[in-house]
């Protein structure tokens, strides 16, 4: 089979992204021709999909009517058998470009949107959101077939955009098992000397974008409660600056100058399974999450987690291991971090355990792989 694979950049920070490296080897295993095009030459993780041998392109950043020209003229060069389109601004060229050139598409559903929960991002124009809900709703009509990475993500974006139960198919993202190893005493400990944190303290970390979606300001706003309870606390802010990067700045100028001190951001990395394992809480604060990817890594990881009970992240976490508190709720939240923060060392292995069996039982990338070869077969046929 041979696929080409449209997404708008292969951004290392990026869950999607990264999911679609993670995937290149195992699908390349099954017989998958694996071809990759880009859109912006944010390319990351091309090198990861080349040395599984897969192939990268990439088109550049420009407008969706040069975008969609070229996809159609690269899709009518390799004739492949299917075109595979992620993210919005890769699934409106590459759906038009695909049915135009006469080849079979499909496209994930990686996320939630157009609902209440984008119109209340203050960057966010209204207006602007439901033009984007309806070209998407527009083009929902050329795939074959939708793959959605969660029954959540799959009944809400079927109801806005109009798309059959019947047409789509619920597959997880997938993590390299061999990559996920939990840390030794010594790497743990020494990830936390490179931070900075005492072997008394204890280490609450959060990674992810700056972006309303991700509630960061949320866990902010609630550290001075996590204080309150555990003044050995400190808290470690990693990840990508985005649109939310100043608001939240500023809510940890005011709540270092109250003063509560010690939270530090120390921006992208790339060791994020390291920090989660040096983490006494590795938190989630997420307003909406299409999955909630890092939940995975935690998960094979053992590692502690609080996480938002919202969307589909129950239906990943499942019952046992992970405490999950109200979106947007600072106090509760802090309650959350508080409890997991004071676990007995007993208890946080057996909750590690249970994170491990999970993540064996249902996220590794063979049985991810699986279920993509045939969701692709059953788009063919």
Do not use: C
């Not at 021709?33 to 040395?51: C, K, M, N």
């Not at 939708?146 to 597959?171: C, E, K, N, Q, Y």
């Not at 609450?204 to 550290?223: M, S």
């Amino acid at each position: 089979m041979h696929l080409l694979y449209v997404i708008p950049g292969l951004d290392r920070s990026g869950g999607a992204e990264q999911a679609v490296a993670a995937m290149a080897a195992p699908l390349i295993a099954r017989g998958v021709r694996f071809e990759v095009v880009t859109l912006t030459g944010r390319d990351d993780l091309a090198g990861v999909i080349e040395r599984a041998g897969g192939t990268v392109v990439d088109l550049g950043a420009g407008p969706l009517r040069r975008h969609t020209a070229a996809l159609h003229g690269l899709i009518r060069e390799r004739r492949p058998d299917l075109v595979h389109t992620s993210l919005f601004d890769a699934d409106v060229p590459g759906r038009l470009a695909a049915r135009w050139a006469g080849v079979p598409v499909v496209s994930s559903l990686v996320n939630v949107a157009y609902g209440p929960e984008q119109r209340a991002n203050p960057a966010l124009r209204p207006w602007k959101i439901e033009a984007a809900r309806r070209v998407d709703q527009v083009t929902a009509r050329l795939p074959r077939r939708f793959h959605a990475l969660s029954s959540h993500v799959a009944t809400v974006m079927g109801r806005r955009l109009s798309i059959p139960a019947g047409r789509i198919d619920v597959i997880p993202r997938g993590r390299d098992a061999s990559a996920l190893v939990p840390p030794t005493p010594q790497q743990r400990a020494l990830t936390r000397q490179q931070l900075g944190v005492a072997d008394d303290e204890l280490l609450v970390i959060a990674a992810a974008r700056h972006e309303y979606q991700k509630g960061l300001d949320v866990l902010v706003r609630a550290w001075p409660r996590v204080r309150a309870a555990e003044p050995r606390a400190r808290l470690v802010l990693a990840g990508r600056a985005g649109n939310d990067s100043a608001r939240i700045g500023g809510l940890v100028a005011d709540v270092i100058a109250a003063p509560v001190a010690d939270i530090a951001d120390i921006g992208s990395r790339d060791d994020v399974a390291a920090l989660m394992g040096a983490a006494d809480a590795y938190v989630v604060p997420s307003r909406w999450e299409g999955l909630g990817s890092v939940l995975i890594e935690a998960m094979a990881l053992g590692a502690p987690v609080v996480a938002s009970d919202v969307g589909p992240i129950p239906e990943v976490v499942g019952g046992g291991w992970a405490r999950l508190a109200p979106p947007g709720d600072a106090d509760a939240l802090a309650d959350a971090v508080v409890e997991v923060l004071r676990q007995s060392p007993a208890e946080r292995a057996r909750r590690g355990d249970l994170a491990r069996a999970r993540f064996d039982s249902r996220f590794t990338l063979d049985r991810v792989a699986d279920a993509t070869v045939a969701f692709y077969e059953r788009a063919l046929t």
